[in-house]
């Protein structure tokens, strides 16, 4: 009898079950597609066990069942749990380590309670390699469940540079995905902060490898990150095709699945002021609209000394910025669904294996360990110095792209959302004005209790 179970045995399924092999537990695979099937078979481990069919892959599990399931979110869910409930017993537990809407994975979790089955959704970040060597996972659900898997799911998680591993229970309900939801929204936003400075980069004259050299040099300073370290190596790599670097002929439109725009949808809701994030996603709508013809911006001065330097300063409270405001949509999830997050280690489970890991993680568990209720990452000392020494790198860079027509979305918007959470005088009281004068919405006044309507129209 295997220990574990997973169904879909595409590269994430086939990596992820070959890691929990590699760590010494015992695994049957199962897919609806026969020759991903035969591709584990010819592995011919007798931990790694092929199954041709539901019936035989259930079968072949210990009790009570743990089954991980790696499939694409939305329908081919619960078509696979509509087949696997009437095999499994009270007790088992099921895992969907796909990227699954929160609230897809919240009506799944009550369904399954009721025939006392587990449901377990669990963000998966770290790609093909990840899955491989050690993804950072992030499991939500019954917690008591969890427990019971913790060993394996340990085991194959990333490791942090300390050795802890990068996996922890979130909370209760759908947590998981919506944590991953967020990691994905805080990852749009970096890798379009990026873009934007690379363009910058470009428009100032440097080549390829020269900025392959400034981002490589970038990662061994504050700029401890993954998406940093990768923008070196693709700004480096030569182009089979044709002459040059790759990422010239790469064409200039992204791509997206969809959990950036759940992000933004649960954002609105909940009314969290997720800026950069949002300018992130619609940076790729627009993408996908821009004209063609046009001439490229060029700067129309003498590039400063310090250019390079505060572009590395910008980028890196920009970071910052993405990650606070990530961190801040979680607190209000938590509050309003009453999940009780544990945000130390949510930035622990990020410190390696995902996307977004970086060395600043380590300051946010930090931050978050000394202050539990902080409502603003920015509040901690360490944002707080940090804001303070970038913010004039990030003024000069913002003015020198609007000198020379280089649009910045994410980088103004970081300017904007610090500008503003610690201005006490914005001036909505002007927008409240404007909604009672023409709906009599009332407001409230800084001068006394209560609530007010002026009757504006009334001759004087």
């Not at 929204?185 to 990026?194: H, L, S």
């Not at 130390?344 to 600043?360: K, L």
């Not at 009332?442 to 002026?454: A, I, M, Q, S």
């Amino acid at each position: 009898m295997q220990q574990f179970g997973v169904v879909g045995l595409a590269v994430m399924g086939k990596n992820l079950a070959l890691n929990i092999r590699n760590h010494g537990f015992s695994v049957s695979g199962f897919s609806i597609d026969r020759p991903e099937v035969d591709a584990l078979a010819k592995y011919e481990d007798e931990k790694l066990v092929p199954t041709y069919t539901w019936q035989e892959f259930v079968a072949s599990l210990v009790k009570p069942r743990k089954i991980l399931i790696m499939i694409k979110a939305g329908k081919p869910v619960d078509l696979t749990l509509a087949q696997l409930k009437p095999l499994l017993d009270a007790g088992d537990i099921i895992i969907d380590g796909g990227n699954s809407n929160f609230h897809d994975t919240n009506r799944r979790v009550k369904a399954l309670a009721s025939a006392g089955i587990h449901f377990i959704g669990m963000g998966v970040s770290g790609g093909e390699e990840g899955a491989l060597n050690g993804p950072a996972l992030m499991p939500g659900g019954d917690e008591a469940a969890f427990k019971q898997v913790e060993p394996i799911l340990a085991a194959i998680a990333a490791k942090t540079p300390s050795g802890r591993p990068c996996v922890s229970y979130i909370g209760p309900e759908a947590s998981g995905h919506y944590v991953k939801m967020v990691h994905n929204g805080i990852e749009y936003a970096i890798m379009q902060e990026v873009s934007e400075v690379y363009d910058l980069l470009r428009v100032a004259g440097k080549s390829n490898q020269e900025m392959s050299k400034i981002f490589a040099n970038w990662y061994q300073g504050d700029l401890d990150a993954y998406l940093i370290e990768i923008t070196s190596k693709v700004l480096a790599q030569p182009d089979d095709l044709s002459s040059g670097e790759v990422i010239d002929r790469i064409l200039n439109v992204a791509s997206y699945k969809g959990t950036g725009n759940w992000m933004l949808e649960d954002g609105v809701a909940l009314g969290a002021p997720i800026s950069v994030i949002a300018e992130a996603v619609i940076g790729r709508f627009m993408s996908k609209q821009t004209q063609r013809s046009g001439q490229a911006p060029q700067l129309t001065s003498d590039v400063p000394a310090d250019f390079v330097r505060n572009l590395e300063k910008a980028l890196n409270l920009a970071q910052a910025v993405a990650y606070a405001q990530g961190f801040q949509q979680l607190t209000l999830a938590a509050n309003a669904y009453n999940w009780g997050l544990r945000y130390p280690a949510i930035a622990q489970n990020w410190e390696a294996g995902c996307i977004i890991r970086s060395g600043m993680l380590q300051e946010i568990e930090t931050a978050y360990a000394d202050q539990p209720k902080m409502g603003l990452l920015f509040e901690a000392p360490y944002f707080a110095q940090l804001m303070n020494t970038n913010l004039p790198a990030l003024k000069q860079v913002i003015a020198l792209a609007m000198s020379a027509g280089v649009p910045t979305p994410t980088l103004s918007a970081t300017l904007n959302y610090l500008e503003s959470i610690f201005n006490p005088k914005l001036p909505a009281n002007m927008i409240q004005g404007q909604r009672d004068y023409f709906g009599a919405h009332t407001y409230l006044r800084n001068d006394r209790e209560g609530t007010f309507h002026t009757e504006w129209y009334a001759e004087k």
